[in-house]
């Protein structure tokens, strides 16, 4: 670094001003909308803060960034993209820090953010409509914490609901704090450390509401503990000052529970509990540490002392009613807890509504709704209140209850667009048609694109217009099979799936719902028959319409993006010969998923032409009950296998999985719903990251005795969605409990036999979960009727057994393990990276690059695989191969690009080298042993400043100083002419190694210099 530029730095940081700085109210945006400041603080904040201030741009009409003492490029970042700076001297106190912030914004709303947290571009406009609308004073938001804890509390694992945001992590554990808000109420931060604004928020009378908006927050990825340690320094200091702070010692135990040092943690509540006129809170906090180890007894043990110690403080009973209630399940003794809360303070609202949502989940409508009403009495504009009053009464099948209730929602929310929309399906239950439309039509204007909408809309249609009998089948008046379709723009899959099925059948009809690409065209160039069908978001009335075209006495169905198995052809032709009676039959489908892994499902796919069988569903339609009532029997022809692309991709899948979630809705609350498809509602509630609100229909499921002994297969597989829920909530033996029934209803499930090995190993039964992992890994017995991963559990199941293995030095049997995964998924890289290892350890890298190499072609230039392969020919000395692998991947990671910098340095190419190891250190500081490889480089291309640099920047990394390290720092100096420092550097490296001929040789060269 210049010294030039060390003496602005400097300069910078001596500019304390004793109060903000005088400023005017942000001009007026064009649009009319209020302004937006975004407020921050910052310190050495050269890793985080680019990427946050980029994921605001466009967001923030101004960016206030108020430095705390930066030593790297925090303040010249903040400048270059637009920030006001200002500057705060540390005194040990975020909220002080923050509240100078917030004293420079001057925009109409303020949203705070920290350096390593951002906003994901497609929630600007979200964000812009929420502050435009008035309809709050401040938003609480969720800030995803992404981590590699899959064990912390209220761990969420990636749902794809934002593609790429996880990077290299498995998930996130939420938080919520109020960090959007009004500017100008009088808000404030309160607490040294762990600020909130919640306090001074309620003082004022702000309407605080909740957005779904999330806050990605990245201080934990790759953390080194820092931020959690100056946090434990704040608190102990806090504590030597005064033992007696049960303040201090409560965030303490808090900071020390994050930091996974559960027993110290442990001891801090306790101390807390003793100090705090009201121990409610630490104990509970204890309680929380407790359940997430599974220390069950002991949990409850603090819990019972919190009732001890507070018997008639009616939090203290709200919070064991609601944890017995979230945790246990135990409703009953919830409900127990919540009337005593009650029975103190009858005006407790929350106790009303979590009263009232324990009811619910008992299926009590009616107690149910009696406290729902209570609550809605004491908090009659609470959101969450009117939301689930006017559930519980659409429920209960009290439409105009719910319409009152939705109402007054409105005059709260009035630009929430569901809102509308479920006052358009009270009305139409109403019989109020006209009115419906309204407020469709109001829910369609405030979101144009909600897909919803338009279905209520069409199904409001079809019910003015009466219903008519279905189309279908109309009979035969050939031989053969036909393949019937319906589409819409599906130019990019339509050739394929028609290409693999054009030889099968004797006439191909192909309904077009709509296209407006080629799909029309290129289902003529194959032949189709293409027919018409103007989309009313049924896709069993669209379905019927093909079948009304075919003329073959089979019909087979498909989907553009399905492709039939070859072998499947003759199958197919053979089929009007073969003799067999009339029946629905059931094909093996494939759910291909990612390219790696597929389900495998039975589906009914082929049918005979009868007139009156017909599809009967908007969504996931099913023809079984017209067969049925036609006197049709099925059967099953496994031999036909069809393979389903749809869910390869993620994104794809989950989009789909959010778009179906309304039809599913409306299907599972009919009074003729089946288990069917109350179970479609659970899986899709899980498909679209909404696993909160499965929970409700999911217990219907297991309550039900006769979804059990009429299909087990359904049972079995809710049984494992409960058990995993159960699992991810810390609750290990309550989940095995489901897991076992899920295996007694299906005993060949191999999901069921792999989170029972789950269970066992969170118990630390681990010879128990090896077993449970055996029978997860068998081959399965046959194809089962609901969609299962099977290759994906098999898979995952033979690598946790391998990993066992070679934990215990049976490398040969790990090999063969992981040989068995590779041999289902040829390109996933978890078992081929394991297998590397083993290979490695046997003494075989030869085969071990030949495996990354076959990989590679069959799964591309993944970095996962990149980074070994080129390790691999870099350990042996091939330079020039270890490079050519390394510059394979389109963006390296930052291990990637150091080794590959390394590669080029050897290879006297430096200045290709420092940009790949200057990106290596900028997305990743802790690669420390960089510095010194970067400063020799520039060293050698005749720039000794940056080299110095370097060099320092080793020195400060926290590595121990080394003669060589020294003596770099001597050469560097001697070649900037500062012989002085040059001579006390080499001087340095002698008294850290007096054999340093290095430093010897360049010290007499000094002195001799000095001497002439």
């Known amino acids: 670094m210049s010294k030039k530029k060390r003496r602005k730095r400097a300069a910078d940081r001596s500019k304390r001003p004793a109060r903000p700085e005088a400023h005017h109210p942000l001009p007026p945006r064009a649009d009319g909308t209020p302004t937006l400041t975004v407020s921050m603080i910052a310190r050495d904040e050269t890793r985080f803060l680019p990427a946050c201030l980029e994921s605001i741009r466009g ?16 303040i010249e970042i903040a400048r270059r993209f637009g920030a006001r700076v200002g500057h705060f001297e540390w005194v040990d106190d975020f909220a002080a820090a923050r509240n100078a912030s917030l004293a420079m914004a001057r925009g109409d709303w303020v949203l705070s953010l920290d350096a390593d947290e951002e906003i994901d571009a497609v929630d600007h406009v979200k964000l812009r409509k929420l502050i435009a609308s008035d309809c709050a004073d401040a938003f609480q938001m969720s800030t995803r914490n992404y981590c590699k804890r899959m064990t912390a509390p209220n761990f969420h694992p990636d749902d794809g609901s934002y593609p790429g945001r996880c990077r290299s992590e498995p998930g996130w554990v939420p938080s919520n704090k109020v960090r959007l808000w009004k500017n100008g109420l009088g808000m404030e931060w309160r607490r040294r450390v762990h600020e909130l604004l919640e306090d001074s928020a309620f003082e004022v009378g702000a309407r605080v509401f909740r957005t779904a908006v999330p806050i990605h927050h990245y201080g934990l990825v790759g953390q080194d503990g820092s931020k959690l340690d100056h946090y434990l320094a704040l608190g102990m200091q806090a504590i030597e000052e005064d033992s007696s702070n049960s303040g201090a010692h409560l965030e303490v135990g808090l900071v020390l529970a994050q930091r996974g040092e559960s027993e110290k943690a442990l001891e801090h509540f306790a101390i807390a509990a003793e100090l705090s006129p009201r121990p409610a809170k630490p104990l509970l906090q204890a309680a929380a540490v407790l359940l997430t180890e599974l220390r069950f007894d002991e949990a409850r043990e603090r819990l019972e002392t919190a009732i001890e110690l507070e018997p008639d403080n009616p939090e203290v009973l709200h919070g064991f009613g609601v944890l017995e209630h979230f945790d246990a399940r135990d409703h009953q003794k919830a ?52 939301e689930l009053h006017a559930a519980i009464a659409l429920e209960k099948g009290r439409p105009e209850d719910a319409l009152s209730v939705i109402d007054t929602s409105i005059e709260v929310d009035s630009a929430n667009w569901k809102t509308h929309n479920n006052r358009g399906i009270a009305l139409s239950r109403l019989q109020r048609f006209d009115d419906a439309e309204a407020a469709f039509r109001r829910a369609e204007s405030l979101e144009p694109e909600a897909e919803e909408v338009r279905r209520n809309l069409a199904e409001l249609a079809r019910k003015r217009g009466g219903e008519s009998a279905p189309e279908g089948c109309r009979g035969a008046d050939r031989a053969g099979v036909s393949l019937c379709m319906i589409v819409k723009n599906e130019e990019e899959n339509l050739g394929r799936c028609l290409e693999s099925a054009r030889e099968a059948f004797d006439q191909i009809v192909v309904v077009d719902t709509g296209s407006t690409d080629r799909t029309v065209e290129i289902a003529g160039e194959y032949g189709a028959e293409v027919h018409h069908f103007e989309w009313c978001d049924d896709f069993a009335a669209a379905r019927n319409r093909s079948l009304s075209f075919a003329k073959c006495e089979w019909i087979m169905w498909l989907d553009a993006d399905d492709v039939l198995h070859a072998d499947s052809v003759a199958e197919l032709r053979e ?54 009532a036609a006197g049709v029997g099925t059967d099953y022809m496994p031999e036909i296998v069809v393979e389903h692309l749809g869910y390869a991709d993620p994104i ?15 299907a599972a609350a009919a009074p003729s719903a089946t288990f069917y498809e109350q179970y479609n509602l659970v899986q899709g509630c899980f498909g679209a990251g909404m696993a909160a609100e499965a929970e409700p229909p999911l217990r219907v499921l297991l309550d039900d005795s006769r979804c059990r002994g009429t299909r087990p297969d359904i049972w079995s597989h809710a049984s494992v969605l409960s058990g995993r829920l159960r699992l991810q909530g810390g609750e290990a033996r309550e989940a095995l409990a489901d897991f076992d029934r899920a295996a007694e209803a299906d005993p060949e499930s191999p999901l069921a036999a792999y989170f029972q090995a789950a269970a066992h190993k969170a118990l630390g039964d681990h010879d128990r979960a090896r077993a449970a992992l055996q029978r997860a890994a068998s081959e399965p017995g046959g194809v089962p009727s609901i969609a299962t991963a099977v290759d994906r559990v098999r898979y995952q199941a033979l690598l946790e057994l391998a ?36 290979h490695i350890q046997r003494g075989r890298p030869q085969q071990a690059a030949e495996l990354l190499r076959t990989t590679i072609g069959l799964a591309g230039a993944l970095a996962e695989l990149i980074l070994p392969l080129g390790n691999l020919h870099f350990e042996r000395g091939d330079l020039a191969a270890a490079e050519a692998v390394y510059s394979k991947v389109d963006r390296a990671t930052p291990r990637i690009s150091a080794n590959l910098g390394k590669v080029l340095v050897l290879r006297g190419r430096d200045d290709e080298a420092i940009p790949h190891l200057e990106s290596a250190l900028n997305e990743d500081a802790a690669l420390t042993d960089l510095h010194g490889v970067l400063g020799d480089a520039h060293l050698r291309r005749g720039r000794p400043e940056d080299a110095l640099d370097c060099y320092e920047n080793t020195l400060r990394s926290g590595l121990p100083p080394s003669a060589t390290t020294m003596s770099k720092i001597g050469e560097a100096y001697r070649a900037l002419g500062h012989r002085e420092s040059a ?17 010897k040789e360049a010290l007499a060269d000094l002195t001799s210099a000095a001497t002439r």
């Open 652 to 666: 794809v899948a989950r989009e789909k999985a959010v778009r179906n979630l309304a039809p599913l809705r409306a």
């Open 59 to 74: 967001l923030a009409d101004e960016v206030v960034v108020v430095d705390t003492g930066s030593n790297d490029d925090t």
């Open 983 to 999: 001579a006390l550097a080499f001087r340095s490296a002698l008294e850290l190694d007096r054999s340093c001929a290095r430093a």
């Open 803 to 838: 990993i066992g293995c070679t934990g215990e030095g049976d490398f040969i049997q790990a090999e063969r393990l992981l040989e068995q995964a590779i041999s289902i998924s040829p390109a996933h890289p978890d078992a081929v990276l394991a297998l590397v290892r083993v």
């Open 335 to 386: 409900i127990s807890y919540l009337r005593r809360s009650l029975e103190i303070s009858p005006d407790y609202a929350l106790a009303h509504f979590n009263l009232a949502r324990c009811h619910r989940a008992l299926g009590h409508t009616d107690e149910a709704m009696a406290e729902i009403r209570r609550a809605a009495d004491l908090a009659p504009r609470h959101i969450p209140v009117l």
């Open 575 to 628: 089929l009007p010969r073969s003799g067999i009676p009339p029946a629905g039959l059931h094909i093996t489908l494939l759910m291909r998923h990612e390219r790696l892994f597929h389900q495998q499902v039975t589906q009914l796919r082929i049918l005979p032409n009868r007139p009156g069988i017909h599809f009967e569903g908007a969504i996931h339609e099913q023809v079984a009950n017209s067969l049925e």
